[in-house]
C-alpha cells in the first residue's frame, strides 16, 4: 500500500506538460509530485538518517586492526558525510530515484569487527572497494538478479533480522550495559546487566534514559526520531560529565569500570572546522592477500557481497511501493541504475575508508512526505555534505548515547521476522540458525552460512533437491570451504 503525499496547495502537476527543462528531466510533473514535496521529502530523509555521521565513526573507531591502529573518529565523521552527499547525489541524478545512500548498518560491523583485525585498515577498505566492483559486474551482467533468486525469500528475511540482533548486543556490550562477567569460567552465565548485575555508573543511565526517549519517539512515529535520540542522550552526558566528572574508562592506563566508553562528552573548543579528508584513498586491495592468504579475503568478500547486496534490493523495492512506483512486475523505474550506482557506493566507500555505503530504507521517510524523484536526494545530498564541516561535534557524542540508535535499528531490523513461516522446518530451523549465530558468534558471515548450508542439507535430505537453485549449492560449498578454512588453509598454503 502507497502512502499519499502531504497535501500540497500550489498548482497541480500536469504529467503531460512538464513546466521546464529541470522537471522533464526529473519526472517531477510525470510522477505527480511539486518542487515543494521534493524540498519536503529531502529534509525528512536526512533528518532520518544523519544519525549515520554520528554512529558510523563510532563503530569503525572502535575497532582495531592487526597492527592495534583505531581510525580517527573525525576524520571518519567527514569522511561518511562526504560519501552519503556524493552517492545520494549521484543516485538523483543518475536513477532519479528518491533513495539516499550511505555507509551501511551491520556491513561496518562486519569491517570493523571482524575483517580488520585480521590485517590493516587499508587492507580491509580494499576488500569492500573489490566488493563494490564486483557488485558493479553483477548487476551489468545481469548476474545480481540471478544470484539474488536462488536464495529463498524467507532466509533473506532471517539475514536481516540476525543483522539487527547483531546490532543490538553491539549496542547494548559497547554501552557497558551489558559486560562479560569477570570470572566468567566459574560463573553461571557469561555475561550480565552492567556491574555485578546492577546499573551503577552515570553512563549506563545515560544510555537507559536515551533508550527510553528514543522509543517513546519511535512509537510517536516522531521524525528523524533515532536523531533526536542520540541528540538528547548527548545533552544528557554532557550535563553529567560536568557535574558528576565521570572521565574516560581508562584513567592513567588503568580501568574505570563507571567511565564514558569512547568518547567523554565535552563541549569542544570549535564546532565549525574545515573536514578531515586523510582517509581518502587509504585502501590497498592486494596485501590483505599476501598477509593472511587468498582464503579469508575471498570469504570476507563473498560475505561483504552477500551482505550488502539483498539489502538494496529489498529496500528499493520497498521505497517504491511505499511510493506507488512498482511496474506490473514489481520492479521499479530504472532498476539497473539504482543498483549501479549503490554498487559504485559500495566501492565509494571503501575507498574513503568508511565501509561500504548502501540505499537507506529511512527514505521511506522522504516519500511519505511526498518525495517521488531525484530532486529529493539532491536536498539530502547537499545537507549530507554540510555537515562535513561539523565533525567536531562527533567527539562530544559517547557511545552510550549512540548506542540507543543500535537497539533500536536492531528492533525495526528484527520486526521482519513475522514473515518467515516458523511451521515449515525446512525454513524455520535455517532461519533460526541464521539469526541465532549472528549475535551469540557476534559474526554476520557464521549466521549466513550456517543458514544456507542447512537449508541445502535439509532439502536434499527430504528428497527435494530439486527444490534448491543451482548456485545455492555453490554458495554452501564455499560456506563450508569458509567454515573449515582453518584445516583447508593448512593443506593448501
Do not use: C
Not at 540482533?165 to 557497558?176: E, N, Q, R, Y
Not at 512509537?219 to 560536568?242: D, F, K, N, Q, Y
Not at 521499479?332 to 575508508?353: M, Q, R, T
Amino acid at each position: 500500500m502507497s502512502i499519499a503525499p502531504p497535501p500540497d496547495h500550489g498548482t497541480p502537476p500536469d504529467p503531460a506538460h512538464p513546466r521546464n527543462a529541470f522537471d522533464r528531466f526529473f519526472l517531477i510533473s510525470a510522477r505527480g509530485s511539486t518542487l515543494s514535496r521534493e524540498l519536503r521529502g529531502g529534509f525528512a530523509t536526512f533528518f532520518t538518517m544523519a544519525y549515520i555521521v554520528v554512529l558510523n565513526p563510532l563503530i569503525l573507531g572502535s575497532g582495531k586492526d592487526g597492527d592495534g591502529r583505531s581510525l580517527a573518529i573525525p576524520a571518519l565523521a567527514a569522511a561518511t558525510a562526504l560519501v552519503a552527499g556524493l552517492m545520494t547525489i549521484l543516485m538523483g541524478v543518475v536513477a532519479r530515484f528518491p533513495i539516499a545512500l550511505a555507509a551501511g548498518l551491520g556491513v561496518n560491523a562486519l569491517v570493523a569487527y571482524e575483517i580488520a583485525p585480521q590485517m590493516t585498515w587499508a587492507d580491509a577498505m580494499g576488500l569492500v572497494v573489490i566488493e563494490g566492483v564486483l557488485i558493479g559486474i553483477l548487476v551489468l551482467t545481469g548476474l545480481r538478479t540471478a544470484v539474488f533468486r536462488s536464495v529463498p525469500t524467507q532466509l533473506k528475511t532471517a539475514i536481516g533480522v540476525g543483522i539487527g540482533l547483531f546490532l543490538t548486543i553491539i549496542g547494548l556490550v559497547d554501552a557497558g550495559f551489558v559486560r562479560r562477567v569477570p570470572d566468567a569460567a566459574n560463573s553461571t552465565v557469561p555475561v550480565g546487566l552492567g556491574i555485578n548485575g546492577k546499573i551503577v555508573s552515570w553512563p549506563m543511565l545515560v544510555f537507559v534514559v536515551g533508550l527510553l526517549i528514543t522509543l517513546v519517539l519511535v512509537v510517536r512515529r516522531v521524525r528523524g526520531a533515532i536523531l533526536i535520540g542520540i541528540l538528547a542522550s548527548t545533552v544528557l552526558a554532557i550535563v553529567v560529565e560536568a557535574i558528576a566528572n565521570v572521565g574516560p574508562s581508562f584513567v592513567d592506563g588503568k580501568p574505570n569500570p563507571k567511565g564514558w566508553a569512547l568518547n567523554v562528552p565535552e563541549l569542544p573548543k570549535q564546532i565549525v572546522d574545515l573536514p578531515d579528508l586523510s582517509l581518502l584513498g587509504q585502501f590497498n586491495v592486494l596485501n590483505s592477500w599476501s598477509r593472511v592468504g587468498w582464503l579469508v579475503p575471498l570469504m570476507f568478500i563473498f560475505t561483504l557481497l552477500i551482505t550488502d547486496f539483498f539489502d538494496t534490493m529489498g529496500t528499493m523495492v520497498a521505497i517504491g511501493q511505499e511510493g506507488d512506483m512498482l511496474d506490473e512486475t514489481g520492479t521499479p523505474p530504472k532498476a539497473k541504475e539504482i543498483l549501479l550506482v549503490d554498487s559504485i557506493a559500495a566501492a565509494a566507500g571503501g575507498a574513503a575508508s568508511v565501509s561500504s555505503n548502501t540505499s537507506y530504507i529511512e527514505s521511506a521517510a522522504g516519500v511519505a512526505e511526498g518525495a517521488r524523484t531525484g530532486v529529493a536526494n539532491l536536498v539530502t545530498g547537499a545537507l549530507f555534505l554540510l555537515a562535513m564541516f561539523l565533525a567536531p561535534l562527533s567527539l562530544i557524542v559517547p557511545f552510550e548515547a549512540a548506542s540507543t540508535a543500535l537497539v533500536v535499528v536492531g528492533f525495526l531490523m528484527m520486526t521482519a521476522v513475522r514473515t518467515i513461516d516458523w511451521t515449515d522446518y525446512e525454513i524455520a530451523i535455517p532461519a533460526f540458525l541464521t539469526i541465532a549465530l549472528m549475535p551469540f558468534t557476534y559474526s554476520i558471515s557464521n549466521g549466513i552460512g550456517a543458514g544456507v548450508i542447512s537449508f541445502v542439507l535439509l532439502k536434499v535430505a527430504m528428497g527435494k533437491a530439486r527444490e534448491v537453485h543451482p548456485l545455492l549449492y555453490g554458495v554452501a560449498a564455499l560456506f563450508i570451504v569458509y567454515f573449515l578454512r582453518g584445516p583447508v588453509e593448512s593443506v593448501l598454503l
